[in-house]
């Protein structure tokens, strides 16, 4: 039979505190302290810990020691913060921001966890209710738990922490195909610069540089079929049509991003923050041309100027420097890079099929529709 109770009614949940700031003799000392930003639906341990506490700043605060296998959500954060949870593999305290849920004996952890990650969206609405922006203790208690027999908890769990494993095995395998990227292109390219030899052009030889058009917002539309690319990493909204072709390379012109350097597969439409890259030069192969400036992102962003919305002039993007190999050269390098690209964007497909699998799963048997027997045989109910 399934319990409908809530989380207080299972666990004991209390937050911590802040060592004040200006006693130096409260931090650098040998406890680690949690903040929102270590809870990301993961395991915590030691090595994502970026800050230590004393043991004097532990008693002269609300800061205290919570112990391994406690769960960790976060209580304050209005972007995915909030609302995410944790469980804590090592001895640590934790600030105020963080909530630590000890479950007690008549249930298991693990499917509380589970529940909880399943709950997300439904625990941040719980804290926006009226004006509440944040989540709260007693809103945490709260929460509404289905519980099945313990036994079928702990199974439900395992489980569940199968998927769970190869989700994050294989985002394992995309940092590490991440890293060989960065570090292949790094490699290749040094050696280019590094040639006395080498034929260095301005950008504004290799192709026409062409800023965007301004779209305004209210223009946009949520079901658009083309992206609106401005100043930022990701699209600023949709639109129903499109000013710029597929395969283009863009290089954002305002804002904190200024400098980002994307390759569009899409049509998309370019904003007013937005330069294109068009008519290239037949001296200079396309995808060559994109991975040497995204290894050069760095120093694009050095070309900002302005502090209140930054911003990149036309002419100092036409006046940058790109190493021109021969075309031949140039392909075989920009086809290395690709294979890499290509792999972790496959290991990426399989990791949205490996979260959607688990979602579908999660929707089953953390709803009861599906019941699992000890034996962990999945049936109907």
């Known amino acids: 039979m399934i319990r409908k109770i809530k989380l207080g009614d299972i666990a004991d949940i209390c937050s911590g505190g802040t060592p004040t700031r200006t006693k130096s003799s409260y931090w650098n000392g040998k406890i680690p302290w949690v903040k929102t930003t270590q809870i990301q639906n993961c395991l915590i341990s030691e090595n994502d810990i970026d800050e230590w506490i004393t043991e004097e700043g532990l008693k002269k605060s609300s800061a205290k020691i919570i112990s391994k296998g406690t769960i960790l959500m976060a209580m304050y954060g209005q972007g995915k913060t909030r609302g995410q949870v944790a469980i804590l593999n090592i001895d640590a305290a934790i600030n105020q921001a963080c909530a630590a849920i000890k479950i007690n004996s008549t249930a298991n952890k693990y499917f509380v966890y589970q529940y909880l990650l399943f709950k997300y969206y439904s625990i941040r609405n719980l804290s926006n209710s009226g004006s509440q922006k944040n989540l709260s203790l007693s809103l945490i208690k709260r929460i509404p738990i289905h519980l099945p027999p313990l036994p079928e908890q702990k199974a439900i769990a395992s489980l569940l922490s199968v998927w769970d494993e190869a989700i994050e095995k294989t985002e394992r395998l995309i940092e590490a195909k991440e890293r060989q990227l960065k570090y292949t292109r790094r490699s290749i390219f040094a050696k280019l610069n590094n040639n006395s030899n080498m034929n260095l052009l301005r950008l504004k030889k290799l192709c026409k540089i062409k800023k965007g058009e301004q779209i305004n917002k209210i223009a946009m539309v949520e079901n658009g079929k083309y992206y609106v690319l401005n100043g930022g990493v990701l699209p600023s909204g949709f639109l129903n049509k499109w000013n710029t072709p597929e395969?283009?390379?863009?290089?954002?012109?305002?804002?904190?991003?200024?400098?980002?350097?994307?390759?569009?597969?899409?049509?998309?439409?370019?904003?007013?923050?937005?330069?294109?890259?068009?008519?290239?030069?037949?001296?200079?192969?396309?995808?060559?041309?994109?991975?040497?400036?995204?290894?050069?992102?760095?120093?694009?962003?050095?070309?900002?100027?302005?502090?209140?919305?930054?911003?990149?002039?036309?002419?100092?993007?036409?006046?940058?420097?790109?190493?021109?190999?021969?075309?031949?050269?140039?392909?075989?390098?920009?086809?290395?890079l690709n294979e890499i690209i290509e792999e972790i964007n496959l290991l990426k497909q399989l990791n949205d099929k490996y979260k959607t699998q688990k979602r579908g799963l999660m929707q089953k048997l953390l709803t009861g529709k599906w019941r699992v027997k000890i034996n962990e045989e999945i049936e109907n109910e």
């Open 247 to 336: 395969n283009t390379i863009s290089i954002s012109e305002g804002g904190n991003s200024c400098g980002f350097v994307n390759f569009n597969t899409e049509k998309f439409w370019a904003g007013g923050h937005c330069y294109t890259l068009r008519n290239l030069s037949n001296k200079i192969y396309k995808e060559y041309l994109y991975h040497y400036l995204k290894n050069n992102q760095e120093q694009l962003m050095k070309l900002r100027v302005g502090s209140g919305l930054p911003n990149i002039q036309k002419k100092d993007i036409e006046n940058f420097k790109v190493a021109v190999p021969n075309l031949k050269k140039q392909k075989l390098i920009a086809n290395l």
